[in-house]
Structure formats: structure tokens, C-alpha cells
């Protein structure tokens, strides 16, 4: 690793830290990316630590931050508060996943490109026209109304492959559960299509830790390939629900019970983690050195 220049971008949220975190024990030097409307929290200190600001829509701003790195790290989340919002986000993410893919591929000394994206990305589908709901016996999930972060994070990471695959960039997904810690409210809009994923067996959620670890193992794993479904907790019996609308609640609100689960039943787990959990094994087996 040693020598070595990596990019994390956006570097400002709990992954991004702690992606950034990991990369700089390991003896990288790492430009950490921020966005403009991001808070940064990095001072000068560590010598090994470049701090760039670089709007994702901002092709040039990209390329200057991710010069002479051999991986990147892209990270996009976006909220937003009403309708037209979101529609902008998927634009938005759209565009930063092609900026970002295309900066990498005119960077010489790139080797690999570790893609954050989602779960929803995997068992989300458009509706179809005239579609029968109890027709529905995969493991994908439909809604009549736009699930904006599904469809957003679907798109961009649709686009990263097309031109990854287009420019001969090595590209590796990670495709995480719903991110838990602080800040984690119920208007995530991960969570709009939370029933539906329950029902159909797909609702997971993911710490900080796990999926940071995940990303170090498959940028530095020769092995890795495609999609990674992400997940260290699957919800999916009353009882796990109850207990992550109880993470949700607010400390500043008044204390409520969680809701009632009742009429909840135990779903099936309908995704898993097998394909990761080979990818770790052989990460962890010291061949790589310690995740740690």
C-alpha cells in the first residue's frame, strides 16, 4: 500500500470517514473529496491526507481530485424535501456517476473503481404496465409511485457499468443495506419503500464498520468482480422491525413506543450475503494483510 494514492469521494459522511479512516492505517496517501453543500471535518495533520473539493457535477473538479490515484471510492447521497427534489436527485446522481467513471478512465494510473451503491438497486423494478401485484412470487419489489432513491441509485449505477464496461475501467459494486448510526431518521428515502421490502424479504440494514470494511476488501482483493450485496442484518420478523423504528425515533422527540408489529408476519430472507462473505474470507485470511 505504501506509496500508494487513493480518492474517497464524497469523503464527508460516516462511510467516507470511515473508508478514510481504514485507508490511511493501511499506509495509503488519500485524497479525501468532499462536496461543496458537505460539512468537512479534516484538518491538516495528517501528511498523508490531501483535502479537495469537488462537486460531482463538476467534471474538472473530479479529474483534479482523483490525479495520479490508483482507486476511487464513490460515494453519493443526496436528501432532499419535496417532490421536485427528488426528481433532481436522480438526475444528479445520474450525472456524477458518468463524471466520476469518465474521470477515472482518462487517469492514467487508476486500477480499480469501488461503486457505492444500494440494495434497492438490486430488488427494486419500475412497475410494469397492467402488472399483477399477486403475480409478484421474486424477489423484487414494485410500487405504483416512484421510489425516488431506488430509481436513483438503479440509474447512476447503471451508468457507471455502461461506461465502466465502455471504457475498460475495472469496476467493483458494493451494494449496501440501509446504513444505521447517528442521524438515521424515518425520512431516509431508503425507507419509503420499507414495507414492501419487508414483505417481500429484502429489508436489511448495515453498521458503518461492516460496510467500510467491505469497500477496503474490494478495492485491494485482485479477485473481486461485479455487484456485492452488503448486509449485516436482515429484517424480517416483527420484532427486528419494532426494533428499527425504534432507532428511527428522534432523541429530541418525545418518547413513543414503537409501533405495533402484529400485523406483521415472519418473512422469508430472500437475499444473502454469500458472494461478500467469500470476498472477506479470503481478505481476512492475511494474504492482504489485516483489515484492520
Not at 474538472?60 to 436528501?79: K, R, Y
Not at 476488501?217 to 422491525?241: H, K, M, S
Amino acid at each position: 500500500m505504501e506509496g500508494k494514492s487513493v480518492c474517497v469521494m464524497d469523503a464527508s459522511g460516516p462511510l467516507g470517514h470511515a473508508i478514510v479512516d481504514r485507508l490511511l492505517r493501511r499506509g495509503y496517501t488519500v485524497h479525501a473529496a468532499t462536496y461543496p453543500q458537505s460539512e468537512s471535518e479534516y484538518g491538516d495533520g495528517q501528511p498523508r491526507l490531501k483535502v479537495f473539493r469537488a462537486d460531482p457535477l463538476d467534471y474538472h473538479a473530479i479529474a483534479d481530485a482523483v490525479h495520479g490515484c490508483s482507486g476511487l471510492f464513490a460515494i453519493f447521497n443526496n436528501t432532499c424535501s419535496s417532490l421536485e427534489d427528488e426528481e433532481e436527485m436522480v438526475e444528479a446522481e445520474v450525472r456524477a456517476a458518468h463524471n466520476i467513471l469518465e474521470a477515472c478512465a482518462q487517469t492514467e494510473t487508476m486500477e480499480r473503481v469501488v461503486f457505492n451503491s444500494s440494495v434497492t438497486a438490486v430488488v427494486w423494478r419500475p412497475p410494469q404496465p397492467e402488472e399483477e401485484d399477486d403475480d409478484d412470487d421474486d424477489n423484487t419489489t414494485a410500487s405504483a409511485s416512484p421510489l425516488w432513491h431506488a430509481l436513483a441509485k438503479t440509474l447512476s449505477e447503471k451508468t457507471a457499468w455502461a461506461l465502466a464496461m465502455d471504457r475498460g475501467v475495472d469496476m467493483v459494486a458494493i451494494n449496501g443495506g440501509l446504513l444505521t448510526g447517528p442521524g438515521l431518521t424515518a425520512a431516509h428515502p431508503y425507507l419509503k419503500g420499507a414495507p414492501d421490502m419487508y414483505d417481500h424479504g429484502v429489508l436489511v440494514t448495515v453498521d458503518v464498520d461492516f460496510l467500510a470494511d467491505a469497500h477496503v476488501a474490494a478495492y485491494e482483493c485482485p479477485t473481486a468482480y461485479g455487484r456485492y450485496l452488503c448486509f449485516n442484518n436482515a429484517v424480517c420478523r416483527p420484532e427486528d422491525a419494532a426494533k428499527l423504528a425504534q432507532m428511527l425515533i428522534s432523541p429530541s422527540s418525545p418518547r413513543t413506543p414503537p409501533p405495533p408489529s402484529d400485523e406483521l408476519k415472519v418473512i422469508p430472507q430472500m437475499i444473502h450475503t454469500n458472494k461478500l462473505n467469500k470476498l472477506m474470507l479470503e481478505f481476512t485470511s492475511g494474504i492482504y494483510g489485516d483489515i484492520n
